[in-house]
């Protein structure tokens, strides 16, 4: 396993439309693993490809769980391929942050609940039924999968001022 770099707003990659995994092979397992150990070490909890400057529909996703003593289980998790089969009319919000946009939070409407299908690493599709963070963190990775980004679901004004600010901090890293 290697740690990859993350891409970070405002590069032009993230607005890439990811192409499809034709084959699940032993590359795209050790991009799945790679992009394991990136998004841990972030810390984060879910990481599409395009992130890591990989524009294939792939996403790692660990929404650990809490058990009643308190520990955490994790619950790592691939999604080949994914797409949104149906949506709830049903609302929620949480508060969302990405990796490609360092230490920016802000809370996004989106359906409470999703239906989609996926492939796994052993090739099988899988149709599952998501709720709750994972919905949200499911929506939010589909999201760079077609180069849409959370700050897209907020006001002009803050979207504005957000991509002003990742400009400008490039811009400065760049001389």
């Known amino acids: 396993m290697a740690l990859r770099e993350i891409i970070i707003l405002p590069d032009k990659q993230l607005r890439l439309v990811s192409r499809p995994v034709e084959k699940v092979t032993a590359e795209i397992r050790k991009l799945a693993n790679d992009m394991f150990e990136t998004m841990y070490e972030a810390p984060g909890i879910g990481l599409a490809a395009i ?49 490609s946009i360092p230490e920016y939070y802000e809370e996004v409407e989106r359906p409470a609940k999703v239906r989609f ?22 929506q939010h990775e589909i999201d760079h999968l077609n180069g849409v ?15 002003k600010k990742f400009a400008k901090a490039a811009k400065r890293a760049a001389e």
């Open 149 to 163: 980004l959370f700050v897209d679901y907020l006001s002009k004004l803050k979207r504005d001022r957000v991509l």
């Open 117 to 138: 299908r996926f492939t796994d690493l052993d090739g099988k599709v899988h149709e599952e039924d998501a709720e709750g963070l994972f919905a949200t963190c499911i």
């Open 51 to 99: 992130q890591v400057a990989q524009p294939l529909r792939l996403i790692t996703m660990d929404i650990a769980k809490k058990n009643e003593d308190g520990e955490t289980t994790p619950k790592p998790r691939v999604f080949i391929n994914p797409e949104i089969l149906s949506s709830s009319e049903e609302m929620s919000v949480y508060e969302e942050g990405c990796l």
